[in-house]
């Protein structure tokens, strides 16, 4: 069966199919009726498609039915005995279940740089020594910009391998200042700021608060970079952060993102007064992430979470510099921090 094909009829969101609409699907693939009679007449004889009875046949030939009924379970039947042929012949460090949740022409994708990765395991058993991402990456596949531009890293962790091999990535360092009166502490709070503007107006200050360090985000660049934290700042103790960005779609994407790879509270008390300001209007063309939004307004009071969505909703939004530099160091240094993860 043509690929191509195959991979728009599993994605085809209806059960039936009508001829000329199969006719656009295979478009100019097959040059000629008669060709692309034989590929229809193929996938009948073969069980994936079925002729819809009520709607006849047409009168040319060979002759094809007007209807089709798609029979997406032998596709993904098709798909399923290769997976389990491949866990067969894959190294058993080489974890196949992820491919079954997701369409073939991703398992299609993946499947030659997974075939080199069996070969380097085979050869070599899993590393003992960590290793850069480059380094790695140019080991298994001979790409040294596969694991860190080319979705790699999202390969192996569909195969539950990328803690096994030892990577450590290479993304830029963590931006931070150090208060000298925390670092010993058992308990350390920690801010992060998407924004340099806000960064450097609460440096000032740092020593007053009860935070051991005030971390410069730098927009989208944290979600990466915080991987960085426990290497920079080596000191055994319950780490606790909190977050203020922008509340607009892209802060909020950049917060979930950054929560997802290291928890981060919302800091309430800087959100808070931002939304008690007059909100700015001009971000329109920010893609809306609905589920980092339910996430994140979930900190917040019913009364706060429908200003938030209707803020957005209407295209307006706070950027952190509606707070001005004595306001955001009264808030830091004001705000009972501890109270927001429940301790006194």
């Given amino acids: 069966m043509d690929k191509l094909l195959h991979e728009k ?3 085809y969101r209806k059960q039936k199919i009508s001829i000329s609409d199969l006719e656009r699907m295979v478009g100019r693939s097959a040059s000629t009726y008669t060709k692309f009679a034989e590929q229809i007449l193929k996938l009948e004889e073969t ?7 009520s709607t006849g046949r047409n009168q040319r030939t ?3 039915a007007n209807q089709y009924r798609i029979h997406k379970n032998l596709f993904n039947q098709e798909y399923h005995r290769e997976l389990q042929r491949y866990r067969l012949t894959f190294n058993d460090a080489i974890n196949l279940d992820g491919y079954f949740n997701v369409d073939r022409s991703t398992w299609e994708k993946d499947l030659p740089y997974l075939e080199k ?4 395991i085979e050869a070599n058993g899993l590393p003992k020594d960590e290793a850069a991402a480059p380094e790695r990456s140019f080991e298994l596949v001979g790409d040294e910009k596969w694991i860190s531009e080319q979705q790699g890293e999202e390969v192996l962790h569909r195969v539950q391998l990328w803690d096994r091999l030892r990577i450590f990535p290479v993304s830029d360092p963590l931006m931070f200042a150090i208060n000298p009166n925390q670092v ?3 308990k350390q709070l920690h801010l992060i700021v998407e924004n340099k503007t806000t960064y450097q107006a609460l440096l000032p200050i740092i020593t007053q608060t009860n935070f051991s ?3 410069y985000g730098s927009g989208n660049k944290i979600p990466k970079s915080i991987e960085n934290f426990p290497n920079q700042f080596p000191v055994v103790a319950k780490h606790i952060f909190f977050y203020f960005g922008d509340i607009d779609h892209s802060g909020i994407t950049i917060w979930h993102s950054l929560n997802n790879r290291e928890p981060a509270i919302p800091a309430l008390p800087f959100y808070q007064a931002a939304l008690r300001k007059e909100k700015v209007h001009g971000k329109t063309n920010q893609r809306p ?3 980092a939004l339910i996430s994140f307004v979930a900190y917040f009071a019913k009364k706060q979470q429908k200003q938030i969505r209707a803020l957005l909703a209407e295209g307006a939004y706070y950027p952190q510099e509606v707070l001005k530099t004595k306001e955001l160091q009264k808030i830091w240094e004001g705000s009972s921090w501890n109270q927001l993860i429940g301790e006194n």
């Fill in 47 to 53: 069980g994936y498609l079925s002729m819809v009875k």
């Fill in 184 to 186: 010993d502490k058992d």
């Fill in 213 to 215: 360090t005030l971390i």
């Fill in 289 to 291: 992430n609905e589920q």
């Fill in 117 to 120: 990765i069996h070969t380097y």
């Fill in 9 to 11: 009829l599993v994605k």
């Fill in 62 to 64: 060979p002759s094809l």
